[in-house]
């Protein structure tokens, strides 16, 4: 065994529930909201508006970050790119989820314009994609009826439960 066989990763990330195109919908959505901040928050700083230089700072890590979690090989030269990759795979989608849309929330709060909302818009998207795979998969109509069913079937046996009470 060489030692590049012993560097692969061993176990590949934990089966969340998400298919591989929702996962790569997931990280261009990332990707390109990492994009969106960063030309946004280079655009927020030229200003003399201290809190607008402050959401163009926010919104210029928030790219960073982006680029760093959801595609690491665009910061090849960054000595722990590929760890950090690797620590936010392992994140569950409701963690990434909060994570981004929190992220995305700072610099509108800080100052709230145009270039801010529109600059974080896709990056809270990739929040909100990352929320709705953490929901799963929608039932289907079948087993949606078995349970209607079993709720019907369960109040009427309290409703006659009740009314044997009651006599």
Do not use: H
């Not at 390109?32 to 607008?52: D, E, K, R």
């Not at 963690?95 to 849309?101: G, R």
């Not at 270039?115 to 974080?120: A, D, E, K, R, V």
């Not at 949606?144 to 009470?165: F, H, N, P, S």
């Amino acid at each position: 065994p060489s030692s590049s066989q012993a560097a692969a990763p061993a176990a590949a990330p934990a089966d969340d529930g998400m298919t591989w195109w929702y996962r790569w919908l997931c990280r261009m959505a990332g990707l390109l909201g990492g994009v969106s901040c960063a030309f946004a928050g280079l655009w927020n700083c030229v200003t003399i508006n201290p809190l607008n230089i402050a959401a163009g700072v926010w919104m210029m890590l928030n790219a960073f970050v982006l680029f760093l979690c959801e595609a690491p090989f665009c910061c090849q030269f960054v000595e722990f790119a590929n760890a950090a990759a690797a620590r936010a795979d392992r994140l569950r989608p409701w963690q990434k989820a909060a994570f981004y849309c929190g992220m995305a929330a700072v610099p509108v709060m800080l100052s709230l314009t145009l270039t801010t909302l529109f600059g974080n818009a896709i990056a809270f998207a990739t929040g909100v994609l990352y929320g709705l795979a953490a929901l799963g998969k929608k039932g289907d109509a079948i087993s949606y009826a078995r349970i209607q069913q079993q709720k019907q079937v369960d109040e009427e046996k309290l409703a006659g439960a009740m009314e044997g009470q009651a006599l």
